[in-house]
């Protein structure tokens, strides 16, 4: 005899354990069903992991400076084991509360492979070979993304490593070489880095981090190449070879062939859509490889299933994206009409400085033909606190368009950039104008100064107070 469900959700990751909570706070029977651990690839493997190491590498170097700021540290240890004992530390304590929150919603929680048979049923094969089928009335697949591995000779050699992999290493390499340039490989790049590595980034484009402002990314490049890191742009790879010390990889440039040999090699390309072995065509499922089709109430074309997160098209792949589409998937479950709004969503990169946006780039707000265009920038350097803070890296970079001069993208790179971009965040959602932005008044010393800078630059009326 099964079980009945108002809902179950496939996918214990951001999107699917948010849809679950939040049905179960609405009162619905809830089941959710996970095949490894709460959490997803964000929690255990990805967005909680690397900002764990980003955190470690960010103080390591900031020791290093210490002298500046009157600390004479003249024999500095750095314990890489340590590290990462914090880290599976906090990934254990957060996979805790999520727990935590599945008993207090009352939300029955099964680990095995799920998969939908109709609407109406779900079959769940655990570990030990037990098959399990839950009856619903709705189901919500939350079945996350798969990494995405090139067609490159050489790619599936023993040893080379995924992000996964990285953030678990047991020792720290002395050279790594990083495939790709979005916003994977640029993060583990700046974490290996600041840990002491060598590291080279190989990259087959033209650029970098291709949906951030071209300006802001550039910046970025140049700060990270100081830093120590050697980017080889244009430069798709022909081979990759095993040796005794690490791995070989023949790079076609545009001066001709090259070799790039590390004791590491990290293939970072990005994402794709993962459907956790559904049939979506026997379930009548919209579909293409981009990812399952949803509308704005995350409906699928089957009645009655739901797709939220990694899995669905349009791709956003964010953990904060997923959350919200798991909300409103579950709210029109319980009858509150819900909609999931993607103009606004806001990215961050947490590299060292920090990269984040939101809205529009310079770039593709010209493409789509925006007129009366206007930019306002303010460095850091001219930002009371970031001197403060030894932290002068970076500017904000402000977007408008129309008479009005609303905000349709905000860029900032710099010192805790993935904090102060939910002011552009606000904007962008909102239709706020640049003298909207300018007329709050902004605490004083802080970093969101710049942002108040940067607004009141659209008028070329920008104070440049640098007020210290």
């Not at 999520?98 to 998969?115: H, P, Q, R, T």
């Not at 809205?359 to 010209?366: P, Q």
């Not at 950039?417 to 104008?433: F, N, P, R």
Request: with cysteine; aromatic share 6%; hydrophobic share 40%.
């Amino acid at each position: 005899m099964s079980e009945k469900y108002k809902v179950v959700v496939i996918g214990g990751g951001p999107g699917g354990y948010l849809a679950a909570l939040r049905a179960g706070s609405l009162g619905l029977k809830t089941a959710v069903i996970e095949k490894d651990t709460l959490g997803g690839v964000c929690l255990n493997h990805g967005c909680i992991p690397t900002k764990v190491l980003t955190h470690g590498a960010a103080f390591y170097r900031r020791l290093q400076t210490a002298d500046e700021f009157g600390f004479n540290i003249k024999e500095m240890e750095f314990n890489y084991p340590q590290l990462q004992k914090k880290k599976k530390e906090v990934v254990s304590e957060l996979v805790g509360h999520i727990s935590e929150l599945m008993e207090n919603k009352k939300v029955d929680v099964y680990y095995g492979e799920a998969k939908a048979l109709s609407v109406q049923q779900v079959s769940i094969k655990t570990d030990g070979g037990e098959e399990i089928k839950l009856d619903t009335e709705n189901v919500i697949l939350a079945t996350g993304s798969d990494e995405i591995y090139p067609p490159t000779k050489g790619i599936d050699l023993p040893g080379i490593i995924t992000s996964k992999e990285a953030l678990a290493l047991d020792e720290l390499p002395e050279t790594m070489a990083v495939i790709g340039g979005g916003v994977i490989a640029l993060e583990m790049a700046s974490i290996f880095m600041g840990l002491g590595v060598k590291v080279t980034i190989v990259h087959r484009s033209e650029r970098l981090l291709r949906r951030m402002d071209l300006e802001m990314v550039r910046r970025l490049a140049t700060y990270m190449r100081k830093g120590g890191l050697e980017v080889m742009m244009n430069s798709p790879i022909e081979v990759i070879e095993k040796e005794e010390d690490g791995y070989k990889m023949t790079v076609n440039t545009k001066k001709g062939q090259q070799i790039v040999k590390a004791e590491s090699l990290l293939l970072a390309v990005g994402r794709k859509p993962a459907f956790g072995g559904q049939d979506l065509d026997a379930l009548g499922i919209e579909y293409d490889k981009s990812g399952i089709k949803v509308n704005s109430k995350m409906e699928t074309s089957a009645a009655n299933i739901y797709a939220v997160g990694d899995a669905t098209y349009p791709n956003y792949f964010l953990a904060h994206t997923a959350y919200h589409q798991g909300i409103v998937a579950a709210e029109n479950i319980a009858g509150i009409e819900a909609h999931f709004d993607g103009t606004a969503v806001p990215s961050c990169l947490f590299t060292d400085p920090e990269l984040s946006c939101v809205g529009l780039s310079e770039e593709e707000a010209k493409e789509k033909g925006y007129d009366h265009i206007k930019t306002g920038k303010f460095p850091f350097s001219a930002n009371g606190k970031a001197a403060t803070q030894a932290e002068s890296e970076g500017a904000v970079k402000i977007i408008t368009a129309g008479e009005d001069e609303k905000v349709i993208g905000m860029h900032i790179l710099g010192p805790h950039a993935s904090d102060l971009i939910q002011e552009g965040t606000m904007a962008v959602a909102k239709g706020v104008t640049a003298a909207e932005m300018s007329e709050l008044i902004h605490p004083h010393p802080t970093l969101g100064e710049s942002v108040w800078e940067a607004a009141m630059g659209i008028n070329k009326a920008a104070l440049h107070l640098a007020r210290r």
